[in-house]
C-alpha cells in the first residue's frame, strides 16, 4: 500500500528555534500533500494543502510566515515551524494524495513536536 | 452546527461484541466517505472508503453509507483487542475549489476489552 514517512517522529527544542518537518510519500508521487495539527483528544485540523512546485494554500488563521511549507519534489513537502514557542507544541501529521488511487490520502505517523 | 458530527465516546465493549460507529454531517455536497484508524500517538490509517449509498464490506469491517438522511456508519464484527483505537470518519466534496480536502469528525476512541 501507499507509504509516507515523517521525520523526525519527535523533537524537543527550546523557544525562539526553527524547526523543519519532512513528509515524503515512499511509493507513489504526490503532487498534493496536506499538513494537519492534532491537540490532544482532538481531530486533525487542516493547516494547509501543499501543491508541488508552486505556493501552499493556508487555511484561516493559521500564519504563513511562522510555518513555511515547501513543496520541492513529487516525494517531499516540508513543514517549518519559524520562532517556535510553547504553545505551537503539538503532533503534525501530514498526508499526501495518491493520483492513483481515487485521489484519496495517506497519513504519515506524525511528529511531536515539543518546544521548551 | 459542525459539518461533521461523531460522538468522541469513549466506548467500551467486551471481545467479540459488534461494534457500531456513526457520524452525521450536514453538508450535500460530501460525496466521498471514509474511515480511519488512529493508534495513539500515530497518524490515521486508511480503513474503509465509499462513494455510494448502501453497505461495503472488508473482512470484519462494514461501512455503511445513507446520503438521504446523511448518516455513515462503520460497523465491526468480532472486535478485538487490536481494534483498540480511536475511529475518525472523514469525507469531502466530490469535485470544485478544495474538493480534495477531507473534513474530519472528531473521532470515536474504541476499547475491547479481552
Known amino acids: 500500500g501507499a507509504v509516507v514517512s515523517q521525520h523526525p517522529s519527535r523533537v524537543i527544542c527550546k523557544s525562539g528555534t526553527s524547526v523543519k518537518i519532512e513528509c515524503r510519500s515512499l511509493?507513489?508521487?504526490?503532487?498534493?500533500m496536506f499538513w494537519y495539527r492534532q491537540f490532544p483528544k482532538q481531530s486533525l485540523m487542516l493547516m494547509a494543502t501543499?501543491?508541488?512546485?508552486?505556493?501552499?494554500?493556508?487555511e484561516q488563521g493559521v500564519e504563513k510566515d511562522k510555518f513555511l511549507i515547501n513543496h520541492a519534489s513529487l516525494t517531499l513537502s516540508t513543514l517549518t515551524v519559524t520562532s517556535a514557542h510553547p504553545e505551537d507544541s503539538s503532533f503534525y501529521i501530514c498526508s499526501a494524495r495518491d493520483d492513483s488511487y481515487y485521489s484519496e490520502q495517506f497519513f504519515g505517523p506524525g511528529t511531536r513536536l515539543t518546544v521548551l | 452546527q459542525k459539518e461533521v458530527e461523531q460522538d468522541p465516546g469513549p466506548l467500551s465493549v467486551p471481545e467479540g461484541a459488534i461494534v457500531s460507529l456513526n457520524c452525521t454531517y450536514s453538508n450535500s455536497a460530501f460525496q466521498y466517505f471514509m474511515w480511519y484508524r488512529q493508534y495513539s500517538r500515530k497518524g490515521p490509517e486508511l480503513l474503509m472508503y465509499?462513494?455510494?449509498?448502501g453497505n461495503k464490506e472488508d473482512g470484519r469491517f462494514t461501512a455503511q453509507v445513507d446520503k438521504s438522511s446523511k448518516y455513515i456508519s462503520l460497523f465491526i464484527r468480532d472486535s478485538q483487542p487490536s481494534d483498540s483505537a480511536t475511529y475518525l470518519c472523514a469525507m469531502r466534496r466530490d469535485s470544485g475549489a478544495g474538493s480534495y480536502q477531507l473534513t474530519f469528525g472528531k473521532g470515536t476512541k474504541l476499547s475491547v476489552i479481552p
Open positions: 501543499s501543491n508541488e512546485g508552486s505556493k501552499a494554500t493556508y
Open positions: 511509493d507513489f508521487q504526490a503532487t498534493t
Open positions: 465509499t462513494y455510494s449509498s
